[in-house]
Structure formats: C-alpha cells, structure tokens
C-alpha cells in the first residue's frame, strides 16, 4: 500500500498550458515536501509546506497543503519547456522521507 | 561547491561482481541516505544512518549493504549486482525532518 498517492503519473502538455499535480493520503502529515528532478540529476527541494491549509508561491508554481494536512496540490500557471522533470512529494516517517510515485511532466515547445 | 558529492557518475559492473558506490557531504548532516531509482519512477529509500544508527527498509534485500566510517561518508555496497539491480543511486543528507540535499547518482550498469 502507497502512503502518498501521487497523480497523474504522466502529463505532455504544450507550452502556456496550466496544470495541476496532486499527493494524497489517509494519514495527517507534520509537513510535506515538494522536489523537482530533472534527467541526470538528483531532487531538489521546491517548497515545504506545514501548516494546513498554507499556499506558498515559487514563481508561477503555486502550492497548497489540504486543511486536515492529508493532501497537497502543486500548480503551474503557464508551463513552460524548463519545468520539464519528475515532481516529487515527499513526507517524513520516523526519519525518513517518503517520496509519492512521482509526476513526470514533459511541457512541448 | 557540490556540496553532496557521488562518485563515479557512471558504474559498469559483471553480474555477481561486487561493487561499491560513494558518497561524500560537506554540509555535516547527521542523516545520509540511499535510494535506488529505475527509470520514470521515484526513488525508493534503501535505508539511511541517524549518526550511526543504520536503518533498514523492510523490503530492502540482503544483497545491499552500508557502511558509514563517519559523518562524511557512505558506501553503498552491492555484494552480488543482477541485472536487476541496474538504475540510478541516489545519496542524500538532511538534518533530522528537515530538507534532503542529494548528490548527482550514479548509474550502475550490469552487464
């Protein structure tokens, strides 16, 4: 059973669309993260978010964290061919973090 | 400055060959990581050291093994590699609940 559910797992979209990405789960977090991977590399922290209900910006990238803190959304508003990657969201369990399946966004020129 | 540091990048093993990956934190982070990562799927956490409190996944297989000779380092060690066990290895740092810094991988090949 996945703690974090993570959705879509795919998404092709062309440049100026937006899109939403959402991690999901019947357990309330402390905290959740979010990292972006791109090809060859490894994750790098986007945000954390702690507080339910918090929305925190990063650009055009806008994050939310669910009131009862069991869920986060990750939007970005007119996507552009440099957020192309793998987006992470990820909780920390006794310690450890605890990544979802994963977004793998292609943005088309 | 890198400041989680992996080395090599790129691995090419024999199957049953053992094989050792390394990494290196300038950041002095009391835990260190490793996840394995297959291709378009998300890193799954092998274990990681609290200090030198080494802690196991439960679906981990005995095949991998860690050492952590001090805050510095970690190695990655892959007593018998198969063709299974080709992906992306990933090490990382963080202060206990805070954010993960990870190094670039390395991409172990088993031929």
């Known amino acids: 059973t996945q703690l974090l559910e993570q959705s879509p797992q795919f998404l092709s979209i062309q440049e100026g669309e937006n899109l939403t990405v959402y991690c999901n789960s019947s357990s309330v977090f402390s905290s959740l993260q979010w990292y972006r991977q791109e090809p060859g590399e490894g994750p790098v922290l986007l945000v954390t978010?702690?507080?339910?209900?918090e929305v925190k910006k990063l650009k055009r990238l806008t994050f939310q964290f669910g009131d009862a803190r069991k869920d986060s959304s990750l939007h970005i508003t007119a996507a552009q061919p440099g957020d192309t990657g793998l987006y992470l969201c990820?909780?920390?369990?006794?310690?450890?973090?605890?990544f979802g399946q994963g977004t793998t966004l292609q943005v088309k020129p | 400055d890198a400041m989680v540091i992996q080395n090599p990048r790129y691995q090419v093993t024999q199957f049953g060959k053992p094989v050792t990956l390394s990494c290196s934190q300038t950041?002095?982070?009391?835990?260190m990581y490793w996840y394995q990562q297959k291709s378009s799927q998300a890193p799954k956490l092998l274990f990681h050291?609290?200090?030198?409190?080494?802690?196991n996944e439960a679906d981990t297989p005995d095949n991998f093994q860690s050492r952590r000779p001090n805050t510095s380092f970690c190695f990655l060690d892959i007593r018998s590699p198969g063709l299974g066990d080709a992906a992306m290895y990933l090490c990382?740092?963080?202060?206990?609940?805070?954010?993960?810094?990870f190094g670039s991988g390395t991409q172990l090949s088993v031929l």
């Open positions: 050291y609290y200090d030198k409190d080494f802690n």
């Open positions: 990382a740092t963080s202060r206990v609940g805070r954010e993960l810094f």
């Open positions: 990820g909780i920390g369990n006794t310690g450890k973090l605890i």
């Open positions: 978010v702690v507080t339910g209900g």
């Open positions: 950041l002095n982070h009391n835990v």
